[in-house]
C-alpha cells in the first residue's frame, strides 16, 4: 500500500508514536465518561478554551459536513483546526490546520509534548486513556499552538460522552442520525439519539438537519431543556433546488440570512447538497449572519467549489469509472444508491463490497441490490473485517448465486470487477459503458485510494 513522498525517518517515527497509541483502547471500545479527558486538558492548560468551536454530530454525514465548514471559514479569512475520524489512509489526515493535515513531524512533536502527561492521568483512574482520548487532546494542543481562529470537531462515536465534548461547542450541528454502533451506542434509535444530543449545550445554537420525526423530537426537547437556538433543515434553512452538473452539482441554498444562489459542489448525491446547506448554516451562525445579513456569496461560492472529501463518491479511475465510497452502514449505503441512480448513466454498475464483521450487512447490501447488476465481495486488512465466504453467503441471499463472485484479496476484487463492467453481450460493441463502485467500510476506501496512487488528504 502506498503513501506519500514523505521523509522516510519522519514516517517511522510517526509509526513508532501510532504503535505506542495501539497499546491503549481503540476507537472502538468506550468507558462513557469525560472524566479522563478533562483531567488531561486541565494539565495542558485547557487548550480547547482557547478558540471558538463548531462540533458536527450525527450517524452520517459528519466528515463531509465537517470539511465544508472549514473550506467556508477558511475562505473567509479564518485560520482554522480541524479534528476527524477515522482516517482514511495516514493518521496525520485527522488533526488539520487551514485545511490541510499536520505533517508527521508535527504530529509526533505534539504526541511527545502531551506523552508526559498520560502516566499521570491513567494513574487516577481505573481504565487508562484510549487512543481517541489521547488524539483528542493532541488536537486540542495543535489548534491552541497554531494558533486557530476557530475550531472543526467531528464527534468520534456518540456525542455526550465523546471525548471532543469536553469542548463548550457553541455551534452545534447535527447531521441525519440512524442506527450504527449497535454494540457501543444501542439498538434504540432515540437513545442514539439522546446521545448524540448531548453535544447542545446551554446557550448554543443547535443546527439540525433534516430527521425521524421521532429523532428531531428528541433533539428538539434537549435544545428547550438547555435553552440552546434552534435551526431546522426543511424548515429555517435548506437547499432551494439541486441540478447535475458535470464533476458534481450546481445548488440553491436557502441560509439563515438569505439565499445563495449559483453554488457549484463538486460532490455527487443529494445527501451532499444537504450537508453542504448544514455547514452554510453552521458559518453564517458562527458570524453572526441571518435576518437579512449573509455572508459574501461570491465567497461561498469559491469555497464550496474547491471541497474534497475523499472517499465519498470518489472516482479513483476512469475507463471504466472506478469510485470509491466509505457508506458503512444502510442509511450511507441508501445514500449512495440513490445518487449512482440519480446522477450516472452507466449501463451496468458492478460493486466491490467488503464491510467490517460487526455492521448491518443486510441491511447495507440490501440499499446496494437495486443499483448493482453484480456484485464482488472482499476484504479489507483490518482484523475486524468479515470473512468474504461469510459475507458471500449474505449476498447471495440478496442478489441471488448469479450476481455473486468472491475475491478474497481486494487487489483482485477491483480487477474482477473491472472486467465484468467491461463485459458486453454484443461482441461488436467495443465499450460496455460499465462502472465500478468500491464501498462497505472506511478502511476498504482507504485501501482502495492507496493501491489507486492517491495520496492522504
Not at 461469510?390 to 481486494?410: K, N, S
Amino acid at each position: 500500500m502506498s503513501v506519500p513522498k514523505l521523509d522516510p525517518g519522519a514516517l517511522e517515527e510517526l509509526h513508532q508514536v501510532e504503535s505506542e497509541l495501539d497499546t491503549r483502547w481503540p476507537e472502538t471500545k468506550i468507558e462513557p465518561t469525560l472524566a479522563r479527558i478533562s483531567a488531561l486538558v486541565d494539565v495542558l492548560a485547557d487548550p480547547h478554551k482557547a478558540y471558538p468551536v463548531i462540533q458536527v454530530a450525527g450517524t452520517n454525514g459528519k466528515s463531509s459536513t465537517t470539511r465544508m465548514i472549514d473550506a467556508l471559514l477558511t475562505r473567509l479569512g479564518l485560520r482554522t483546526g480541524r479534528f476527524t475520524s477515522p482516517h482514511l489512509q495516514l493518521v496525520t489526515e485527522r488533526i488539520s490546520l487551514d485545511n490541510e493535515p499536520i505533517s508527521p513531524e508535527r504530529y509526533v512533536e505534539v504526541y511527545r509534548d502531551v506523552e508526559p502527561y498520560l502516566a499521570m492521568i491513567d494513574g487516577k483512574s481505573d481504565v487508562p486513556m484510549s487512543k481517541f482520548e489521547v488524539l483528542t487532546a493532541m488536537a486540542f494542543a495543535a489548534f491552541a499552538d497554531a494558533p486557530v481562529d476557530a475550531a472543526v470537531l467531528e464527534v468520534g462515536l456518540g456525542g455526550s460522552w465523546d471525548a471532543t465534548n469536553v469542548a463548550d461547542a457553541r455551534i452545534a450541528v447535527v447531521c441525519p442520525i440512524g442506527i450504527d454502533h449497535v454494540e457501543y451506542l444501542g439498538p434504540d434509535l432515540l437513545g442514539i439519539a439522546r446521545e448524540k444530543a448531548g453535544i447542545i449545550k446551554p446557550g448554543s445554537i443547535a443546527l439540525l438537519a433534516e430527521q425521524n420525526p421521532e429523532v428531531a423530537r428528541v433533539l428538539l426537547e434537549r435544545c428547550t431543556e438547555v435553552d440552546a437556538t434552534v435551526a431546522r433543515q426543511g424548515l429555517e434553512f435548506g437547499v432551494l433546488r439541486r441540478d447535475v452538473a458535470i464533476g458534481g452539482q450546481m445548488l440553491a441554498l436557502q441560509g439563515l440570512g438569505g439565499v445563495y444562489d449559483e453554488i457549484f459542489l463538486p460532490l455527487h448525491g443529494a445527501h451532499q447538497a444537504a450537508n453542504a446547506v448544514l455547514a452554510l448554516v453552521a458559518v453564517e451562525a458562527f458570524f453572526g449572519a441571518g435576518a437579512d445579513r449573509t455572508l459574501d456569496v461570491d465567497a461561498v461560492r469559491e469555497a464550496f467549489a474547491t471541497v474534497r472529501v475523499p472517499g465519498r463518491l470518489e472516482r479513483v479511475r476512469t475507463a471504466p469509472s472506478v469510485f470509491v465510497d466509505a457508506a458503512h452502514n444502510p442509511h450511507g449505503a441508501a445514500a449512495l444508491a440513490a445518487a449512482l441512480d440519480e446522477e450516472f448513466g452507466f449501463r451496468k454498475v458492478v460493486g466491490v463490497v467488503g464491510v467490517m464483521a460487526d455492521k448491518d450487512v443486510v441491511g447495507i447490501l440490501s440499499a446496494l441490490e437495486p443499483v448493482f447488476t453484480d456484485l464482488v465481495v472482499t476484504a479489507n486488512s483490518s482484523p475486524r473485517a468479515m470473512d468474504p465466504d461469510r459475507l458471500a453467503e449474505t449476498a447471495v441471499e440478496i442478489f441471488g448465486d448469479e450476481r455473486v463472485v468472491v475475491e478474497p484479496h481486494l487487489d483482485n476484487a477491483i480487477e474482477t470487477a473491472v472486467r465484468l463492467a467491461e463485459e458486453t453481450d454484443n461482441p461488436r460493441e467495443p465499450v460496455a459503458g460499465g462502472g465500478v463502485v468500491v464501498t462497505g467500510s472506511v478502511v476498504t476506501a482507504g485501501e482502495v485510494r492507496a493501491l489507486f496512487g492517491k495520496e492522504p488528504a
